[in-house]
């Protein structure tokens, strides 16, 4: 009888020590997607109208859209650089992390490197117990900090195959996930899927290339295909002035456009990027289907962005390299525990608080070196904003660049280029005035190609008196933001 109590007492307590071993951790997962280039106009959550994404949609309606999400800004060409060390840092923009020689610019490079080097997403997630995943395109990022995922499957895919499209980085992701299941890992996963696409160039699949009535092709197309998606409202045949960054790739290079911004071209372009984006979404969709099947998708938070916005022909512009709202700002959609699903909030957020805000929702401390903030508050319907005003910075090209500011409804933006050749002062409401048009836009030939009148108030608003006193708060605020967040450089008329 003892014998028998001694067996079933080493019996209870070999059960007990083993699945303590094996317990699975139930902390909430993360799944981070991040697209190359892609303004949030492009998504019907955001009221476009063409470019279909059932998934994306999806996971809007299962979750919380953020109406004003913005990255900070760029001292480079490669706007993806900064922004995508923003995200993994989550340092303000004048407060980055050197991120190799090869980047290292004169306004980086102040700050102490280890510290934020090991405070990064994968550090933390690595340091809090997750088993880290990372596909992604490969270079203008924080190489440093990518390189601590447990495992990293980097190739920059922008060709329409299974082998160098979207479809081999979501395929990266369900392979890692099938090792995940198999492998019987009791640690939560933190995935970063990561899309090359819709950057250029927009090599889209041929079946999804017809459904938008546009082709590839390495030279600005002269005919128009009927069938293709309309101009954008704010498409202009050139910008009003210069931009300031001569010679600049995004505006005089991509293949397939150049120096054109024909109706022909941005249409042709503008199909082929919705094409690179429903092809991206059918990528989610596979990755989500995997996390129900595998009975994770309740556990897991969604986030849903992009490093930046881009033109494609609004504006006269064609690259992101500019602080209009289609290129300023960024996607964002999160679902997950707690987050209320269909819902939207204005947030106000940049995406530096992404670090603080995946930290916040798992319970894991937020590094001292983030300067970002949680949007925990906003995703739980607490409150509606983490923030009044926005700051935005471009000075990749001719110094001091351009700068804006925005706060409610009203935005500023600001272009000191060319050694004082263009100093413009641009003043919207972004209510009354939501594409950013410009008088330009009113003009007989333009409005005859995008069939769209503007009202009378739809313009620049910055020289008007019955706009002065707004006009000069938003000066003070900028100059108030830039001091406030250390950028080195003054406009012409803060000095
Ligand atoms: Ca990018």
Redesign the pocket.
């Known amino acids: 009888m003892y014998y028998c109590r001694f067996i079933f007492s080493l019996f209870i307590f070999f059960t007990f020590f083993n699945n303590s071993l094996q317990a699975k951790d139930r902390r909430p997962n993360i799944l981070f997607i991040l697209t190359?280039?892609q303004g949030p106009q492009t998504l019907s959550c955001y009221g476009n109208t063409v470019c279909q994404t059932p998934n994306i949609d999806l996971l809007a309606k299962s979750g919380m859209v953020i109406e004003r999400a913005y990255h900070m800004g760029s001292m480079s060409g490669?706007?993806?650089s900064p922004?995508?060390t923003m995200i993994m840092s989550g340092r303000t923009l004048w407060n980055l992390p050197p991120r190799g020689k090869k980047y290292l610019k004169q306004e980086e490079g102040v700050n102490p490197e280890e510290e934020i080097l090991n405070n990064t997403l994968p550090a933390i997630f690595n340091r809090a117990g997750y088993e880290t995943f990372r596909t992604c395109k490969k270079g203008?990022s924080y190489s440093l900090a990518n390189a601590q995922f447990q495992i990293v499957k980097d190739k920059t895919s922008r060709k329409a195959g299974e082998e160098d499209g979207s479809q081999w980085h979501s395929r990266q992701v369900i392979e890692y996930l099938d090792k995940h299941t198999d492998q019987g890992t009791s640690k939560p996963f933190f995935i970063y899927f990561g899309f090359s696409h819709p950057?250029d160039e927009r090599w889209g699949v041929n079946r999804l290339l017809k459904k938008y009535h546009v082709s590839n092709v390495k030279s600005p197309p002269t005919d128009i295909n009927p069938g293709a998606p309309s101009l954008p409202f704010s498409w202009l045949p050139e910008h009003p002035f210069h931009h300031g960054h001569p010679d600049l790739r995004d505006e005089v290079r991509v293949p397939g456009v150049m120096r054109s911004r024909t109706e022909a071209t941005v249409r042709n372009e503008l199909g082929r990027e919705y094409a690179c984006i429903e092809n991206i979404d059918i990528q989610i969709g596979l990755v989500v289907k995997k996390l129900k099947e595998m009975n994770e998708l309740d556990n897991t938070y969604i986030f849903f962005t992009?490093?930046?916005g881009?033109a494609v022909g609004r504006h006269g512009l064609m690259g992101?390299q500019n602080l209009y709202e289609h290129s300023w700002r960024v996607p964002f959609i999160a679902s997950g525990p707690g987050i209320k699903p269909g819902t939207r909030a204005e947030g106000n957020s940049y995406l530096l608080d992404v670090l603080p805000t995946l930290c916040d929702l798992t319970s894991v401390p937020i590094p001292e070196t983030a300067q970002g903030k949680s949007l925990k508050p906003v995703l739980n319907g607490q409150s509606k904003t983490v923030r009044q005003v926005l700051y935005g910075a471009y000075c990749g090209g001719t110094k001091p660049g351009m700068r804006a500011v925005r706060k409610g409804d009203w935005k500023l933006i600001k272009y000191d280029v060319l050694n004082g050749e263009v100093r413009k002062t641009q003043l919207f409401n972004l209510k009354n005035n939501p594409n950013e048009l410009l008088l330009e836009h009113h003009k007989k030939e333009v409005v005859g190609k995008t069939n769209n009148q503007p009202q009378k108030s739809q313009v620049n608003l910055a020289a008007l008196p019955k706009y002065s006193a707004k006009l000069a708060e938003m000066e003070s605020l900028l100059l108030e933001e830039m001091i406030r967040l250390g950028d080195p450089y003054r406009l012409w008329d803060q000095l």
């Open positions: 190359d280039d490669a706007v993806c922004s995508r203008n950057h992009s490093d930046h881009i992101k």
